[in-house]
């Protein structure tokens, strides 16, 4: 889905939020623009292009191998040899293949392998103990919970029981697999809640909350940012270019909050800690409920600020600057565990789904940002990004006159240290500039004076006459009256 921003802000046509395929539900940029129905079937369908290819490629190799083993047999002595070591080979190959499945097997191979699993993955004890007592508890009331269903719903029970014993065994597939399993175990469970028990919609809504609860808690150390992805990486990733983005003033998104109004203030305090508050949670229906909240703080701040109901325009700008300011932890392994693993229909209907879409739609953003998106100069931008300067703080004629004086006086500090940096930055500039000029320009005249020495080489010619003494006789003066000579006066 793509991000345009304008003069006035930044602006996502509501029509791009929803699925690509035009199903009418809200799509996701991890599912390339699909909502999680026609994602499937679209996954579906790759899957079975590439069984279907593979399953050719291994008929079209067992042709040439036949082929070619047939061409081999060129007399029967060759045959006979030939056949021999085939068999010797092919005996050889199916003993080290069952030795070495034993061997996989054996006691001493799983004790070696859950202790070095117990020693690279230890968790502390506190956390043990926390976590087991979140799973009793939660045990305690899923059950609860179905006693109100009589028999379908120790049916409901009988079927979580055997999916989580059945995704015990799968944790070596990969997460997109399992994620694939988990969404046809929730599928299937709806399906058959609808078809045989005849449960009503809304009701199926709160059992399968409840079923994603129940079995989340259990998977969530599993396969949440697992070690086969790049969930890590994308984290620091995307932490690292937040933290790089420190400088963006609200009046560069174009953000309609005014963060001097307290209730406002606190509205943005209670948004930024919502989103962070995100990652400490187990369930995804739990993540989402704190994007939810955090969305709600964000669009009572705009309607304080202007008197009036928020619009998406103004939502999306907000959001994106809330996120920038709380950095929230793990942002991409949130978003990519509430995507695997959430009941499908909270992502493409409703509120959630519609507030799960727009941070999409915001880390998106702030992954590509650039000088355009912020009405900023190339050059600008790059020196705001490299950390050489920031953008000018706020003028103390613009604060109310309910502001704090030291505030003031501190943003007032803060702006003119900004300007003598600045100032300082042209100053060395110069300074090297002309530094660079004069050790040019004295190349230059030493390459001139070395040029005219070479083209015009000094000669010293010997004299062919002295020169003659101050008292000599002087001939052609000989006319000249004699010289003075000092007289004696009597007194």
């Not at 620091?236 to 609200?250: D, N, S």
């Not at 709600?296 to 998406?312: C, G, V």
Request: net charge neutral; aromatic share 8%.
């Amino acid at each position: 889905m793509s991000l345009k921003s304008e003069r006035r802000g930044i602006h996502v046509d509501q029509s791009e939020l929803l699925c690509k395929k035009g199903c009418g539900y809200y799509g996701n940029p991890a599912w390339q623009g699909f909502c999680s129905k026609c994602w499937r079937e679209e996954y579906q369908k790759a899957r079975q292009r590439q069984i279907q290819e593979d399953w050719e490629l291994a008929e079209r190799l067992q042709r040439e191998e036949d082929e070619a083993f047939a061409s081999s047999q060129s007399s029967q002595g060759a045959q006979s040899l030939t056949f021999s070591k085939f068999e010797e080979k092919k005996t050889n190959e199916k003993t080290r293949k069952v030795t070495t499945v034993k061997k996989f097997f054996s006691a001493s191979s799983r004790v070696g392998s859950k202790k070095e699993i117990q020693e690279s993955k230890a968790p502390s004890p506190s956390i043990n103990r926390q976590t087991s007592i979140e799973t009793d508890r939660v045990t305690k009331e899923f059950i609860e919970f179905l006693k109100t269903f009589h028999k379908i719903g120790q049916e409901i029970y009988k079927q979580t029981k055997m999916f989580l014993e059945g995704m015990h065994y799968k944790r070596d597939l990969s997460i997109e697999e399992q994620s694939e399993c988990t969404q046809d175990f929730y599928q299937n469970v709806a399906e058959r809640m609808q078809t045989r028990g005849k449960v009503p919609p809304e009701r199926v809504e709160k059992v399968m909350d409840q079923i994603e609860k129940y079995i989340m808690i259990r998977l969530y150390k599993h396969v949440f940012c697992p070690e086969t992805t790049d969930d890590e990486k994308k984290d620091l990733a995307i932490q690292k270019r937040i933290r790089a983005l420190h400088w963006v003033t609200p009046q560069m998104l174009c953000v309609p909050v005014n963060e001097e109004i307290p209730e406002v203030s606190d509205m943005v305090v209670k948004a930024i800690t919502d989103i962070i508050e995100m990652d400490s949670k187990r369930v995804p229906r739990d993540k989402l409920a704190c994007i939810t909240r955090c969305s709600k703080h964000i669009f009572n701040a705009i309607k304080i600020t202007k008197n009036e109901p928020a619009s998406a325009d103004d939502f999306l700008p907000t959001l994106i600057y809330i996120v920038l300011k709380g950095n929230p932890p793990r942002l991409q392994s949130n978003i990519q565990y509430i995507t695997r693993f959430c009941n499908p229909s909270r992502l493409m209907t409703g509120e959630d789904g519609y507030y799960f879409t727009n941070l999409c739609c915001a880390v998106a953003f702030i992954e590509k940002l650039d000088a355009q998106s912020l009405n900023l100069s190339q050059e600008d931008f790059d020196r705001y990004m490299s950390g050489q300067t920031s953008p000018r703080k706020q003028e103390s004629e613009s604060w109310s006159p309910e502001a704090c004086l030291g505030v003031k006086q501190m943003y007032k500090n803060l702006d003119l240290l900004s300007q003598l940096n600045e100032r300082q930055e042209r100053i060395m500039n110069e300074a090297k500039k002309l530094e660079k000029d004069l050790i040019d320009w004295t190349d230059g005249i030493a390459k001139e004076v070395q040029d005219i020495v070479e083209k015009y080489p000094l000669e010293i010619k010997p004299l062919n006459q002295p020169l003659a003494a101050i008292d000599s006789e002087n001939v052609e003066n000989d006319k000249l009256p004699p010289p003075l000579q000092p007289q004696v006066y009597a007194g």
